[in-house]
């Protein structure tokens, strides 16, 4: 009788996955991935790359009449390496980041550049000094003059985490600013459009998962900033797809939802992709069981993708809020110490979450007003949050509490 039982587990548990694959589970969002975000003659409203015009604005009143935390975020990001008045661009033509103990080429440069440029175009913004601007502006084209793509096996990683910078840093200094050049200007829309989104735009369905997230960061971050509503829609199917596939709600089922476009859709597979998880839990991610830095730096994708279709009228948080708000909550509660208990990851978790909470908890709490005490209590420790050196920079000073 027991062999028969075994039997029959497994004939139906498979069926049971392709099931919850392709219904995605309560709240989804899957049933609206083909559906369109926004109408294709519907201007974007610049600037709207994570940051709008509004949240500037507030930064910079909070900063002039010295307010906290903004005044200790911004001396944080000015007092920065970034921030530096003399920085210098250190472009590549191509930049190569191998998987492995290789050296890569320009990995490191075009990262922190492209942070430089964003942080200059922050100063600029807060502080008026044009000084700012021009060197933003400089930068960016150091890059747009010589860069021509990205090669090795961590490209993918590699072009959406400087991308992401690029775009914001373009956007804020793009409509604030009258001394980017018509022909620096289209420079380097044509380095965004050739060297830097075709490399993002259609995801890594296979990869871990906080790839094919960054890619969607940095391909609607791309698109509003290159007026390109049909990428801007590609990374809002993305967005819909992975986000379910990446933090698990009860409402899945039994199982993770399978990643769209991947053939990781067995138990065992699930599973191992999962990183040997058996136990799903509310707020679990895709990536806890191989560390939080990487769950978090998901946290981040997703909270930036949301803000910046927030700013152009779609409220992508709304489909994934108890999602978004059950994993930052779950991930802040073990990173601020509780013990981990033995079906979590055997009871060993790594905790080394980055600056990634502000946005997500800007929105769900001071925008939404839901309770997030694990996620609130981490964020105040960590403030300010300031910059991982990857795709995340000075988002105390652009995000604590600016609904």
């Known amino acids: 009788m027991g062999s028969v039982r075994r039997a029959l587990v497994m004939v139906l548990v498979p069926l049971l996955v392709g099931v919850c694959a392709a219904c995605g589970g309560s709240g989804s969002g899957t049933d609206k991935a083909t559906e369109r975000a926004r109408p294709a003659e519907l201007a974007f409203e610049h600037p709207g790359v994570l940051v709008s015009k509004a949240q500037l604005d ?74 700012h601007a021009k060197k933003a502006v400089q930068i960016m084209d150091a890059w747009s003059r010589v860069i021509t793509g990205h090669t090795e096996a961590n490209a993918g990683l590699q072009t959406a985490w400087a991308a992401s910078s690029w775009a914001r840093a373009a956007e804020a200094v793009r409509y604030t600013y009258d001394g980017w050049t018509d022909g620096e200007l289209l420079r380097f829309e044509r380095m965004l459009r050739n060297a830097y989104l075709p490399q993002v735009r259609d995801g890594a369905a296979d990869f871990n998962g906080n790839w094919d997230l960054l890619m969607a960061d940095a391909t609607i971050s791309m698109a509003v900033f290159l007026d390109d509503h049909e990428s801007f829609e590609k990374a809002v199917t993305h967005f819909r797809t992975r986000v379910p596939a990446y933090f698990y709600l009860k409402s899945d089922g039994p199982l993770p939802v399978s990643p769209a476009g991947s053939d990781i859709n067995t138990p065992a597979k699930l599973q191992k992709y999962w990183f040997g998880q058996k136990t799903f839990a509310d707020g679990l991610s895709q990536e806890t069981c191989r560390n939080f830095k990487h769950a978090s ?15 152009q009228g779609v409220d992508l948080y709304g489909e994934v809020k108890d999602r978004l708000r059950a994993a930052l909550e779950f991930h802040s509660k073990y990173q601020l110490g509780a013990k981990a208990p033995e079906w979590l990851c055997g009871g060993k978790v790594q905790r080394d979450m980055g600056p ?23 964020t105040r420790e960590q403030r300010p949050e300031g910059t991982d050196d990857l795709f995340v920079a000075w988002e105390t000073l652009t995000h604590a509490e600016n609904a």
């Open 58 to 131: 507030r930064v910079r009143a909070h900063v002039a009449a010295r307010e906290q935390p903004w005044l200790k975020a911004f001396e944080q990001m000015r007092d920065s390496k970034y921030g530096a008045a003399d920085y210098r661009a250190k472009p590549y033509a191509v930049v190569e980041c191998p998987p492995d103990t290789r050296p890569g080429q320009g990995c490191v440069e075009e990262r922190e550049d492209a942070i430089a440029a964003y942080t200059q175009a922050l100063l600029w913004n807060i502080t008026g000094d044009r000084a």
């Open 356 to 378: 990634d909470t502000e946005v997500g908890l800007n929105h769900l709490r001071d925008r939404l007003k839901l309770e997030l005490p694990q996620t609130e209590r981490f």
């Open 297 to 311: 730096y998901s946290l981040a994708a997703t909270a930036h993708i949301a803000e910046t279709a927030w700013h």
